[in-house]
T-cell receptor
Framework: EAGVAQSPRYKIIEKRQSVAFWCNPI?????LYWYQQILGQGPKLLIQ????????DSQLPKDRFSAERLKGVDSTLKIQPAKLEDSAVYLC???????????FGSGTRLTVV | GIQVEQSPPDLILQEGANSTLRCNFS?????LQWFHQNPWGQLINLFY???GTKQNGRLSATTVATERYSLLYISSSQTTDSGVYFC?????????FGPGTRLSVLP
């Protein structure tokens, strides 16, 4: 079974620029998560999708972050404009059912300078 | 929301030693997960353990839900066990991660 694919692997941008991350979950996994992991901390949930609907986006900074999951498969996470404190690893995970059987992607390491 | 604490924050072992990592959570839970994040950043699910004890090779985990803690045991540690170990407790329909225990196994 192919894993969760994420791209790009690394990204360096200047503050106030925009950036987008892409995630392709495991085939058939209905639930998709985006997590932010700041250096030295545990992952923090940004948004959870069930198929193409949002289940939980309570911790997503909606003034600058947006996410979509087209047709219930791939997902993109966008930051516009980026701030220095957005420097982190952005992890995508998927699961066949809610809150069980997580598989994480390798993540995208974002550095904002 | 639920609070998740882990101890110790850092642990250094000699290869072959055993260790116990602890996870405390603030509310009653109906499941708990343990993850390993390797030095390259990949997060791997180790255990899904709502209660009782599970074993997988040199690793085992025990959750005592009534007392709000879980333990991860690593026996005969190897250098490949190095990385950060996270526990995650449910909140709503997803999980809240603890701050992690960073394990370094020296050859």
């Amino acid at each position: 079974e192919a894993g969760v694919a994420q791209s790009p692997r690394y990204k360096i941008i200047e503050k106030r620029q925009s950036v987008a991350f892409w995630c392709n979950p495991i085939s058939g996994h209905a639930t998709l998560y985006w997590y932010q992991q700041i250096l030295g901390q545990g992952p923090k949930l940004l948004i959870q999708f069930q198929n193409n609907g949002v289940v939980d986006d309570s911790q997503l900074p909606k003034d600058r972050f947006s996410a979509e999951r087209l047709k219930g498969v791939d997902s993109t996470l966008k930051i516009q404009p980026a701030k220095l404190e957005d420097s982190a690893v952005y992890l995508c995970a998927s699961s066949p059912v809610r809150a069980y059987g997580y598989t994480f992607g390798s993540g995208t390491r974002l550095t904002v300078v | 929301g639920i609070q998740v604490e882990q101890s110790p924050p850092d642990l250094i072992l000699q290869e072959g030693a055993n260790s116990t990592l602890r996870c405390n959570f603030s509310d009653s839970v109906n499941n708990l997960q343990w993850f390993h994040q390797n030095p390259w950043g990949q997060l791997i699910n180790l255990f899904y353990i709502p209660s009782g004890t599970k074993q997988n090779g040199r690793l085992s985990a025990t959750t005592v839900a009534t007392e709000r803690y879980s333990l991860l045991y690593i026996s005969s540690s190897q250098t490949t066990d190095s990385g950060v170990y996270f526990c995650a407790a449910p909140q709503g329909q997803n999980f809240v991660f603890g701050p992690g225990t960073r394990l370094s196994v020296l050859p």
